[in-house]
């Protein structure tokens, strides 16, 4: 995951449940994601030097603290060398179902954007994404509808 210039790229996680971190209802997740997925993937990827910056966004800030502290113990103290730093969005003390627009706008044009949302946020939150230039994958579905899916094209 790095950019045509060999540099690492900066990842935004949109989305902080089970698939990302595997932390459900206030705690861990009770299945094979119980670590997570993604955020662990991204954090291993930085460890290998082919991602830089992460960053997590979700709607409700305020599980920040207990998603760190899920994640502390379900990959920095299982995993070596694990760096699990990462910016979240909202604030510990906020919650904002389009936190993605200013979580989105602290990245740049080649960065990437993994969405892992309820299917009805993905159309919104990728097009944020590629207003900002960012490489986008979603989960699937990707979108809903065959608009969405056109739209979202023409604007990538």
Do not use: W
Request: hydrophobic share 35%; net charge negative.
């Amino acid at each position: 995951m790095t950019d045509d210039g060999g540099k690492k790229v900066d990842v935004l996680m949109v989305g902080t449940g089970e698939y990302t971190t595997g932390y459900v209802g206030g705690k861990g997740a009770d299945s094979d994601k119980g670590a997570g997925v993604v955020a662990l993937t991204m954090f291993d990827l930085r460890r290998r030097g082919k991602v830089d910056r992460c960053g997590m966004c979700g709607v409700n800030g305020k599980k920040f603290p207990g998603i760190r502290d899920h994640m502390q113990r379900c990959i920095g103290d299982v995993y070596g060398g694990m760096d699990l730093t990462c910016e979240t969005f909202p604030g510990d003390d906020a919650v904002d179902p389009r936190g993605y627009v200013e979580a989105s706008s602290k990245f740049k044009a080649g960065d990437v954007a993994i969405i892992f949302t309820p299917d009805d946020t993905h159309f919104d939150i990728a097009m944020e994404c590629v207003k900002h230039g960012m490489h986008v994958m979603v989960t699937k579905p990707i979108v809903q509808t065959l608009e969405h899916h056109l739209a979202l094209a023409k604007a990538a």
